[in-house]
């Protein structure tokens, strides 16, 4: 049988797909990207994008394309099996494209075509691509020495593997724990669907009473709700002393931090730069480590006020009303929680009832096909689990525009978070356009007791921000992989489409039809509408500073002097806490070691992106409530300029073709409940 990683004749194979697969897959199209690049190095006549560039292009998508079904599988369907497949090839893949980014030969070939009178009769997205390529040539260590070639290619095969490492020791502590509470008072307070989910996990592993887990559908919930003070503090510091030293030792991510944060160093000194976060700028809208700690820095100033405003409110109402003398890290969730009831007399729980999955579907779906002019449907494709849906996006005429898989329960094996990724890009193969195909995955709580699943408005948030990544992928106009949908867009600009959608959550006409009471059948009443608008930013300053202290501690961490040991990493976060944080944390937290943003994702001496690309969504949106949130003359703008133009041009020059001037930070504030200290 056909091995189904090597079928790109459509849709992935994914029922077909086994570990067996992997290991000749990737040996079959790493040959056959190497001969590809042998022949193109052996051409003797001048290149151009239909005789280099393209053929260079088709063998790492199909590449590509194979590997990203494999890293997905392992992340959303992880098995002992899949695992050792995925680390075994994982080095192959990474030398094939890290070795290729140091070729001297295709190296010569871009400058050849970049120097060329064709470059300038090339569209705009091509000399984009192009000029790309040669940056991302020096990045990946084409221009340096053999022996230091050599050494950044082993640093790069290294560091993929420590990724793999991180990720899969933060996933296998969270996997192991277990809580059994037989005691029912312990369980006070706990919703009633989590308190049954647990149940039955229980029963099924023949233990009694009920099974807690880190699991976010459970943790978060326990953390919020359980009235049991050392029930929260058990599962707390369970939560943030996973993959750590105080915990199971094989999963201990601490020698894993220290020593990437010693390879992106060594890396970066390779390529001439003073730090790594320098290499990661290189390919941001932001110009230096310096301009992003002063832009970070303005933020803590200006939020840290309403974040201690926030806490001094929690403690208070503690004291007053719960007669509790101090306000732990584990009491925050349930402190807040308690007086956002009191003060707005409405509570989650009561909103999720409203929110049943299918109608917040239609009702995402529905505000796309108002602001974009397409239309969104069902159809069929192999999964890789029954849960998982498929859809595809049509034009008025039916013509598709793309699909998307929803992938949206927690399950065991499967990776916290949520995240889009991509299975298939948008580029012109002759006279045929392909469309793409994305992954946009949650982590919400699945289907109890014969109802539909229930989301908190949080989770309808989230689910907007990923639908909103999936957009900018799957509404591309540009037909060259290089900058087609997100790719070739500066990372700090890619939550920009994200972040952007969150804000329609917080609207009447677009939150009133995509709700659905699970017992009454009942729309959300707008006096419960308007109470959770006017709790929108209740304790946002707190939230607000808590992201400044992520991407603080990212920056400090890759552009200061290099910590050697897991001690010194946790002094530069205690550094940056006792700046910005205003709420103790115990000395027992261990919370860089399940950081995979920046240390087994793609978010190194980038995590201030959530805030720099804040600042184009809300003044983004701003053009939105200017003109009718619901204006689709507006949301046609925004597709022309902003999703359909993908990395084919710089991200401010896109922003500033939608907006017509440069972003400011007012609408930032002003969205956050920051506009004064009160």
Known sequence: MTNPLLDFSGLPRFQAIRPEHVGPAVDELVAQGQATIERLAAQESAPTWESFVQPLDDANERLGRAWSQVSYLNAVMNTPELRAAYNEALPRVTQFFASQGQDQRLHAGFKSLRGSAGFEGLTRARRRYIDNQLRDFRLGGAELPPPEKARFLAIQEELAKLAARFQDNVLDATNAFGLFVTDEHELSGIPADVVQVAREAAQREGRDGAKLTLHMPCYLPVLQYADHHGLRERMYRAFVTRASELGTPEWDNGANIARILALRAEAARLLGYRSYAEVSLATKMAGSPVEVLEFLDDLARRARPFAERDMAELTDFARAELNMA????????????????????????????????????????RLVETLYGVRIRSAQAETWHPDVRFFEIVDAAGGRIGQFYLDLYAREGKRGGAWMDDAVNRRRIGERVQTPVAYLTCNFSAP?????????????????????????????????????????????????????????CWEWDVVAPMTRHADTGERIPRELFEKMRAAKNFQSGMQ????????????????????????????????????????????????????????AGGYAAGYYSYKWAEVLSSDAYGAFEEAGVLNPEVGARFRREVLAAGGSRPAL??????????????????????????
Do not use: C
């Not at 306000?327 to 049943?356: I, M």
């Not at 229930?454 to 999936?470: D, K, P």
């Not at 205003?582 to 070691?593: G, H, S, T, W």
């Not at 073709?657 to 972003?663: E, N």
């Open 326 to 365: 101090e306000v732990r890290a584990w009491d925050l969730a349930y402190v807040g929680e308690k007086l956002r009831q009191a003060r707005y007399a409405f509570s989650d729980q009561e909103v999720r009832q409203y929110f049943p999955e299918g109608e917040v579907l239609g009702g995402m779906f």
């Open 448 to 504: 109890v007791g014969g109802k539909p699943a229930l989301f908190r408005h949080a989770e309808v948030n989230t689910l907007f921000h990923e639908f909103g990544h999936g957009l900018h992928q799957l509404l591309t106009q540009v037909e060259d992989l290089g900058v087609s949908g997100i790719n070739g867009v500066e990372w700090d600009a890619v939550e920009l489409p994200s972040q952007f959608m969150e804000n329609f």
């Open 544 to 599: 607000f500073v808590r992201q400044l202290e992520f991407a603080l501690f990212d920056m400090r961490l890759y552009d200061g002097p290099v910590p050697a040991s897991p001690a010194e990493v946790m002094k530069v976060l205690d550094e940056v806490r006792a700046r910005v944080a205003v709420y103790p944390v115990p000395e027992y937290n261990r919370f860089p070691q399940q950081f995979s943003h920046v240390f």
């Open 653 to 678: 020059e896109s922003f500033v073709a939608f907006r017509g001037r440069k972003p400011q930070i007012d609408a930032l504030l002003r969205h956050n409940g920051m506009t004064e200290a009160a």
